[in-house]
């Protein structure tokens, strides 16, 4: 049996974030002072404020970059090869590490991208696909 990927331990922000895209939600923070980020943190990384609310983001964004693996650097993801690790810039300005479903050989730079939320074990993940 493959071992089992590295997971986080969670803290009661990325509990409410997780919750979110087990409800296939993805969403982000956004402070009283506008700024908006991923990942969660308990304060903003613009004015270090803690006067911050979730908002559902519209899932829309594109593919700034990427990577395609073709050697597992861990045991759990050794079936995946070739995986992409992929960094989409949200239409709502933060970024995120991430994958691409579907043909790696489809990807390019500035593609249009949308979430897709992907059950994955216990957990749903943020992954996105092209348009």
Known sequence: MPEAPPTLALDRIHEAYEAALGEGRLVVQRCACGQCWMPARAACPTCLGTRWTWHTAQGGGRLESWVIYHVAFHEAFRDRVPYNVALVELDEGPRVITNIVGDNALLRAQARVRF??????????????LV
Do not use: C, D, I, P
């Open 116 to 129: 897709v939320a992907v059950r994955e074990g216990e957990r749903t993940l943020a992954r996105f696909e």
